[in-house]
């Protein structure tokens, strides 16, 4: 076994029951959050997600927070995306895709001291800024990237 | 009639007497030089790299014209490679009319390509790869991939008579794009039955889809002369977006600088001395990669086909990067001189050498090779099919004339209102008067996914992927780029503004003189499918058809677009 895999593993762990099963695809992300924010998932607007999620739809830029996704998507169906971020006391992370129909793609609840990390793969049906958005010590804080989709070919 | 070697030497050695110098070695040994032979090299330092890169399966001599329109938008503009024609020879101080100025621009090719002869060609290179390593002991021979396509042979043997040529020519490491076109199976039994012990395969950008675990060694460390010089392979990072996902389905790729870094640190940790990348990126790639990864002494670069013949210096956070790139088609082959003393590079000499078939008798068993490998299909790669009034190329931003005979083919065998062809950077050139045989067909064509297509499209879709490509081409972040010129168009006439955005570049959409309805279905001929396989008529076939009824071609201007807001770009000629 591959230090690869347990690493992998070691970070699945790390988020809460909720935020495995989520990423593992047990669970729909809409049904696991439907309690908390029936709102949040059905947003047509980033702005309106973020609000949806923690009240405000006012985040703060942070160098903190790593999201790690291509530049191009291989495929937009399955878009790999990781969010580390080195803040203390995190409570939730959340990722969300602007130009997608619902923005809100998943979110994930931290308990306790625990490492903000988490990995899953996420649908984009188009070119979009994609957001992360840690909730951390009380505080909203976010950063995002372009991720392009394309039609291919043509390429070399 | 091409030039004998004597008389070609006479010529550079007029040059040199004109107090014109080949770029690199300054004035004083580019006189000298000129005087005896331009691949007579003085050796320098303890570390040499040898590097081809793009070859795509050229095993002949061939004609191949650099382009006159390369636009470098943002902060590229201006910036090599995006120079042509006499902004490049201004910039790199190459006299107008010289050898140098025919191998690096497309300035009077037609009567220097006369004067000069052929480029490349394996026999002709392998007779450069002994010179130079004898010359500098030691030398180590990397390519950079798009090696094992781009012809018929290739094609027809699975890129076998390349992985041999490759061989034989003393390969010690490579990196790769097109050769996963073959697929993953065939990647795997190469490496297994023919590279092992061999050629080491390395790319530090390819991980498995379900476990993220790297399919290749990321990287191979060669002690040269006593210094470990550590080679990290980076395969071209967007294979299953430009080319088909399903030829490698399990197979991810991106360009990871994090993973770059890691590898960087790791490889310096372990004691080497030089860190090189072996890069399939793209020129402008490897130059924000230079400026961002931090401890790689090299970057040897292809993919864009850029012959650029000085490197650029980029400075990062802890020091600096030498980007270098090598040009295509066997045209050129680079020869870096390190001086490596007290564990740190301390002086380095560069040149790019063009591959001047006349100048180079070719190697005996290299020629033996390739002959051997074309005997059994002779007959099918000689067929005349038609004869060209006009000269024949690609390579540019927009359409060549070779695309335009493509493009003239499928809307007359397909019987379509405009036709798309894709914006490759590979395939040869031919000169007026030269016939067209099945083989120059082959080399603008040989892919494994070469269906010819016919499919109704309706014009805001037709628009949505010029746009799309457009990005891919224009993107002032080269991380977005995807390293191909424009998609080539037939009939239809646009025009196009580089340095916008997404979406806005494309305007004045025109067929026949009506403008393109954005509602309206419009019948769109292609080839080369990335999504799935198809059934349907190779397009070789449809421009062998072509040719065969119209025995003589002439092509006149190439179907470019009105080209907006760009103004004294050095991009364009």
Not at chain 1, 56 to 77: F, H, M, Q, R, W
Request: hydrophobic share 40%; charged share 20%; proline share 5%.
């Amino acid at each position: 076994m591959s230090v690869k895999r347990r690493s992998f593993l070691k970070g699945t762990v790390a988020t809460s029951a909720l935020g495995v099963a989520v990423g593992s695809g047990l669970l729909q992300p809409r049904a696991a959050w439907a309690a908390w924010s029936e709102k949040a998932f059905s947003a047509k607007k980033v702005d309106e997600a973020i609000a949806g999620l923690y009240g405000s739809a006012t985040t703060k830029d942070s160098s903190e927070i790593k999201l790690t996704v291509p530049d191009i998507a291989e495929n937009g169906a399955v878009v790999p995306i990781s969010v580390t971020t080195s803040l203390k006391n995190v409570e939730s992370i959340a990722i969300l895709v602007e130009k997608n129909p619902a923005p809100l793609t998943g979110g994930f609840n931290f308990s306790g001291n625990l490492e903000g990390y988490v990995s899953t793969r996420i649908k984009m049906g188009e070119t979009s800024d994609v957001y992360a958005v840690v909730k951390a010590g009380g505080q909203v804080y976010s950063t995002k990237k372009m991720v392009k989709v394309t039609i291919g070919g043509c390429g070399g | 009639m091409s030039l004998t070697r004597r008389e070609f030497l006479q010529i550079l050695a007029a040059a040199s007497a004109a107090g014109i110098s080949l770029p690199g070695y300054g004035v004083a040994a580019g006189k000298e030089k000129a005087d005896s032979d331009i691949y007579e090299l003085p050796k320098f330092g303890n570390v040499s790299l040898l590097h081809i890169t793009d070859v795509h399966a050229q095993l002949l001599p061939i004609w191949f014209r650099e382009p006159n329109i390369n636009i470098g938008i943002g902060k590229m503009q201006g910036q090599a490679p995006h120079l042509v024609g006499q902004h490049y020879l201004r910039h790199y101080g190459i006299a107008p009319g010289s050898a140098e100025a025919h191998a690096f621009t497309h300035l009077d090719f037609v009567e220097a390509s006369k004067r000069y002869g052929k480029v490349g060609g394996f026999a002709h290179l392998a007779t450069l790869v002994k010179k130079m390593r004898e010359q500098r002991p030691g030398a180590l021979l990397l390519d950079g991939g798009d090696t094992w396509q781009g012809s018929a042979t290739s094609l027809w043997t699975k890129g076998q008579d390349m992985i041999d040529a490759c061989k034989l020519l003393g390969v010690k490491v490579m990196t790769a794009h097109w050769e996963f076109t073959y697929g993953d199976n065939r990647v795997k039994e190469v490496l297994e039955k023919d590279l092992k012990g061999h050629i080491d395969f390395v790319a530090q950008n390819v991980f498995d889809t379900e476990w993220n675990e790297r399919i290749f060694t990321p990287s191979v460390t060669k002690t040269i002369n006593g210094v470990p010089v550590a080679i990290i392979g980076q395969a071209f990072p967007y294979t299953p977006v430009a080319n088909p996902r399903y030829m490698i389905p399990t197979w991810s790729f991106g360009i990871r600088d994090e993973e770059m870094q890691k590898q960087v640190d790791k490889v310096r940790a372990e004691g080497a001395k030089i860190v090189v990348v072996l890069s399939h990126n793209g020129m402008d790639v490897d130059l924000k990669m230079a400026s961002r990864v931090t401890g790689i002494d090299v970057i040897l670069g292809g993919h864009t086909h850029d012959a650029v013949p000085k490197p650029i210096t980029v400075s990062n956070a802890s020091g600096k990067t030498l980007v270098i790139n090598s040009g295509s088609n066997g045209k050129f082959l680079s020869v870096l001189d390190l001086d490596v003393k007290d564990g740190r590079l301390r002086d380095f000499r560069y040149r790019l050498l063009p591959v001047f078939s006349n100048l180079l008798a070719p190697d005996r068993e290299m020629a033996a090779l390739i002959e051997r490998v074309r005997a059994p299909f002779k007959a099918k790669l000689e067929e005349k099919l038609a004869v060209t009034d006009d000269l024949l190329y690609r390579r540019g931003n927009f359409n060549g004339t070779f695309d335009q005979l493509i493009l003239d083919a499928l809307l007359a065998v397909k019987g379509a209102d405009l036709a798309f062809s894709p914006g490759f950077r590979w395939g040869t050139s031919l000169l007026p008067g030269d016939t067209i045989t099945m083989e120059d067909v082959m080399n603008q064509t040989a892919i494994t996914y070469p269906t010819s297509t016919l499919t109704d499209m309706t014009g805001s879709r037709i628009k949505e992927i010029l746009e799309d490509v457009a990005d891919n081409l224009y993107n002032q972040d080269p991380y977005y780029q995807q390293g191909g010129d424009m998609v080539r168009v037939g009939a239809l006439k646009y025009a196009i503004e580089p340095n916008s955005t997404m979406n806005k570049r494309i305007s004045a959409m025109e067929l026949k003189g009506k403008p393109l309805a954005l509602n309206k279905t419009y019948k769109v001929a292609g080839w080369a499918p990335v999504s799935q396989p198809m059934e349907g008529a190779p397009i070789w076939d449809v421009v062998a058809e072509y040719l065969r009824n119209a025995k003589h071609v002439k092509i006149g201007e190439p179907n470019v677009p009105l080209i907006k807001g760009i103004k004294q770009n050095p991009g364009l000629a």
